[in-house]
C-alpha cells in the first residue's frame, strides 16, 4: 500500500552545474557576486564556456526542500517540467532513490532540462545564473486533480511566476489543492523573485497561501518593510502562518497573535550555507505535516538547517533525524 | 601561437557517477567491493536505479592525468570518443577549460557518452561499475598523424584494450607516435586489466612502450611476479623506464641498472585515495617533459599524487605548483 503523500512540491526542475572560480572571473562575466540571474541559452553557453571544471548534481530550491522531506522519512511528490535528456534523467533519479513520487513524465520535445551555472568564490559565496529551459513549459495543464492527488500540503516557489504559466499554473494548484483539503505553502525564493513579483504574491499570501516561508530580506521585500519590528507589527494582521529564518538569529514563527521565537543552533563547522532555507522548510513542513505544535516546527526547521550548512550539497542526508535531540 | 603539445593523452573519455552507499548495498548488487566491473547497458541501468542521488563529474583514469599535467602548466592534447550529448558536452567542457586540445570531435550517432558508477562506502572505498558507451566505438581510424600530431610523450592507458578495436588504435598510435619522434608512456589501469591483457602488454612493452607507469599489484601481474625483489630484479633485463609506485612506501624508478627510490610525503588528512595513480603520472611526466632528473620526475609524481588523496576528487587542482617544494 503507498502511503498518502504528505508533501507535493511543485517547481523548477534544475540541475546544478558547480565550478570554484575567483572573483575576478565574475567580473569578467559582468555579474554580480551572490546574485540569482536568468540567464538564455545563448548566455548559458558563454558562462560555461568560461567556467572551469564543474560538478553536476540536482537542484532547485523547492526541488531541495522535497528530497529533504523524503529524507527524514515523510512521503512525498513532485511535479516539474524536465526533458527526456541525460539532465532530466539524473533530476529524477536523483529524486526517485529518495522515494519521492514524479508526477510529470519528462518531455519528449522542447527546451532542455535546466541547469543553474553555481559560481563559487574562495570565500564560499554562490553566484547563480540560471538558465530555465524545460522549466519554462511547464504549463497550467500539467496541474490536473490527476497530478496533484491528495497531499497534507503542497510547497510552491516563488521562482515558478518567473514562467510564462507560472501565475496561471499556481493558482490552479491553489483551488485544485484547496478543493482536496491540501494547505498551501509558499516559499518566497530570493528578495529579488519578490520584487519581481510583489503584486502576484500579495494577492496570493491574500487568496490561498496559508503557509509562507521567507528569509528577512524576503518577507521585508514582500511587505515593504524596513526593519524587523515593523516586520512583527505589520505580520500580526494577517491570518497565515509565517516561518521567518533570521540566519544566526534563529527564526521566528508568527499565525496572529502568536509570536514563537527560535535561537539558532550551534555550528561547529560552516561548511556551505547554500540550501539551509531550503531545507529549514523541509523540516519544518516535515514537523507541521506530522501536526508536531509550531515550536516543534520551527525546532525541526533549525536542526535541518543547522545540519546542511555544515555539509556540501543543500539537500540533507537520508537518516537526519537519527541525531534529532 | 600555440605551445607545442607535450602531452596527448589516448584513453577512455569517461564520466563519473558517484553516489555514497552502504556496503549492504553492493552486496545486494552482487558486487565484489572495491573492484572495477565493465558492465552492458542494461546492467548500467538496473545499478543506476539502485543508487541513491549522485553527483556527476569527469572522469577517466588517463583523462584524470591529462587534466592534472595541464593544471601543473603544461601544453596537454587528448583523444577519447564521447558521444554529442550532455555528459559528452561536460567531459570536453571541463578538458578544454584547462587548455587541453581535443582532437576528436563529438559523435554524432552510436552509443551514449561512457559513465563509471562509483558507489562510495562509509569506509572510503570505491566500487566502480563502468558502462564503455562510446568509447567501445574509438576506432584505428581515429588515429592518424593529423590527430596524433607531434607530442614530446603519448600516453596511452590499459583500459583501450578492453575496447574491440583497442589492440589496433594502441599499435597505429605507438607507430605514428614513434615516426614522429614521441616517446610512448603506457599505464597498466588495474591489476584485472593486467590480467584479461597479459600477453599484449608484454608483447607492447616489448615493442614501442617507452614509458611504463604502474602500481605494485599492476607490475607483480605484468611480470607474474611475487615479491617486489623479485620485481626489481626482472625490471633490470627490460630497457624500459619504469615508474612503479607503493602508497605509502613511495615509488621506485627503474631503468636497466638505475634504481631511483622516493619516499611517501607526509599526509596531513588523508581524503579520498581516488586518483592517486593518476595524479603520480601527471607530475612524473610534466617533469619528464621538461626534462628534469629522474629523481625530479619521481618527486613531483609523490607531490602530486599526496595532494590529491588530501582532496576530494580525482584531478589536480590547478596552481598545484605553487606549493612545490
Known sequence: MTKATQLLGISNAIVDILAHVDHALI????????????????????????????TEMSGGSVANSVAGFANLGGSAAY????????FGEIFNHDMRSLGVDI??????????TARSHVLITPD???TMNTYLGACTEL?????????????????LEGYVWDLPEGPALTRKAIEIGHAQGAAIALSLSDSFCVERHRASFVDAVGNGVDIVLA??????????TDSFDATLAALKSYANLFAI????????IVQGDTLITQA????????DTTGAGDAYSAGFLFAWANRYPLAECARLGTFCATRVIQQLGARIEPGALLNYR
Not at 511535479?79 to 541525460?86: E, F, L, N
Not at 529564518?245 to 521566528?252: N, P
Not at 539558532?264 to 561548511?271: P, Q, Y
Open 27 to 54: 567580473e569578467k562575466m559582468g555579474i554580480v557576486p551572490g546574485s540569482m540571474n536568468l540567464i538564455d541559452e545563448r548566455r548559458a553557453s558563454e558562462i560555461y564556456a568560461m567556467m572551469g571544471p564543474a
Open 79 to 86: 511535479i516539474g517540467r524536465v526533458k527526456a535528456d541525460q
Open 103 to 112: 508526477r510529470l513524465a519528462p518531455a519528449a520535445d522542447g527546451a532542455p
Open 124 to 126: 564560499g559565496q554562490r
Open 139 to 155: 504549463s497550467a495543464h500539467d496541474i490536473t486533480a490527476a497530478t496533484i492527488g491528495t497531499p497534507q500540503v503542497i510547497l
Open 215 to 224: 528569509d528577512e530580506d524576503e518577507i521585508y521585500q514582500l511587505l515593504q
Open 245 to 252: 529564518t533570521r540566519s544566526e538569529l534563529g527564526s521566528v
Open 264 to 271: 539558532a543552533h550551534k555550528v561547529d563547522a560552516l561548511v
